[in-house]
Structure formats: structure tokens, C-alpha cells
């Protein structure tokens, strides 16, 4: 099973920009799409992007024109490039190996990261 280790969260102000990292070990990251996904204390886990092996993306409204998912399959590494932060983004952010299923359903994916804190403040 694939293991998958997210980096890169931390707190910064409205307007300003992060990119996260996703780690993963296995043969199989280059073959496997992979998603991102966050979520608010109290609220349920939420579809932001995602990443397929031949490289379709797909992003949620709320974030599509703001966040750019992309992958180093040499590097075994996703990337999640967050611009134009506000405070409604703030949130653990986790990443995923999609199993099956619709890219966009938490359900769909099988292993996932620990997870990073985002913190955008106003």
C-alpha cells in the first residue's frame, strides 16, 4: 500500500500563497491518480483537486482559477500551488491515491496522508 506523507501547510495572511507537498513511497504513484481534499473542524472532508497519471486535472469551483495541482512522477511527489488564499481556505489538507470511482468522493480513494493545517488569516 502506498504511503503518502503531505508537507508545506502553515499560516499566512489572506492574499498570499502556499504550496503543498505530497510524498509518496511505492512503485505505483506514476500509474495511480491522485487527489486533494480538506477539512474544517465540524465540517465534512471536501473535494479541492485532483490529478490523474496522465495528467487531467480537475478542480472544485471554489477553487478552480486559484490552486494548480501537478505531479513529479520522477520525484514520486504531488503538488498543490495555492494563490490568492483567503480564510475560508483554511483547513487540514489531506492527499489521496485514487481506487476507483468519482475523483471528486472521498470514498473513491484508498490511502491518504496524515493531513497539513492551512491557516489563512484575515
Known amino acids: 500500500q502506498v504511503q503518502l506523507v503531505e508537507s508545506g501547510g502553515g499560516l499566512v495572511q489572506a492574499g498570499g500563497s502556499l504550496r503543498l507537498s505530497c510524498a509518496a513511497s511505492g512503485r505505483t504513484f506514476s500509474s495511480a491518480s491522485m487527489g486533494w481534499f480538506r477539512q474544517a473542524p465540524g465540517k465534512e472532508r471536501e473535494f479541492v483537486a485532483a490529478?490523474?497519471?496522465?495528467?487531467?486535472?480537475y478542480y472544485a469551483n471554489s477553487v478552480k482559477g486559484r490552486f494548480t495541482v501537478s505531479r513529479d512522477n520522477a520525484k514520486n511527489t504531488g503538488y498543490l500551488q495555492m494563490n490568492s488564499l483567503k480564510p475560508e481556505d483554511t483547513s487540514v489538507y489531506y492527499c489521496?491515491?485514487?481506487?476507483?470511482?468519482?475523483?471528486?468522493?472521498?470514498?473513491?480513494?484508498?490511502?491518504w496522508g496524515q493531513g497539513t493545517q492551512v491557516t489563512v488569516s484575515s
Open positions: 490529478i490523474s497519471w496522465s495528467g487531467d486535472t
Open positions: 489521496a491515491m485514487f481506487a476507483g470511482g468519482s475523483v471528486r468522493e472521498p470514498r473513491s480513494y484508498g490511502s
